[in-house]
Nanobody, 124 residues
């Protein structure tokens, strides 16, 4: 049974930092593209960052230069380091996994597995 569990969300002031974690079980990260998405109230789900099975990373325009995605294969963990946070980064953040040979899809419908989400709130 595949399970993705996010952690690390919370309340932070604008300009601050948070590090999100995604723990995966029931799958081997090396065979999957894994990504972070977010969804704010009243808005559509948004691609934040993704990393392919080969390690190539991709970022949404709104987070480039501020967020960094990484994976720790030995522990089957994925991380999202978020710096210079802005109020508009407030959302529920989800990790997702998609089994594929190459690339990192940015459309949520491509992903097979999802976590339950973790809330990030950035105050102004």
């Amino acid at each position: 049974q595949v399970q993705l569990v996010e952690s690390g969300g919370g309340l932070v002031q604008a300009g601050g930092s948070l590090r999100l974690s995604c723990a995966a079980s029931g799958l081997t990260f090396r065979r999957y593209a894994t990504s972070w998405f977010r969804q704010a109230p009243g808005k559509e789900r948004e691609f934040v960052a993704g990393i392919s099975w080969s390690g190539g990373s991709l970022y949404g325009d709104s987070v480039k230069g501020r967020f960094t995605i990484s994976r720790e294969y030995a522990k089957n963990m994925m991380y999202l380091q978020m710096n210079s946070l802005k109020p508009e980064d407030t959302a529920v953040y989800y990790c997702a996994a998609d089994q594929r040979d190459s690339g990192t899809p940015t459309a949520g419908r491509e992903y097979d597995y999802w976590g339950q989400g973790t809330q990030v709130t950035v105050s102004s």
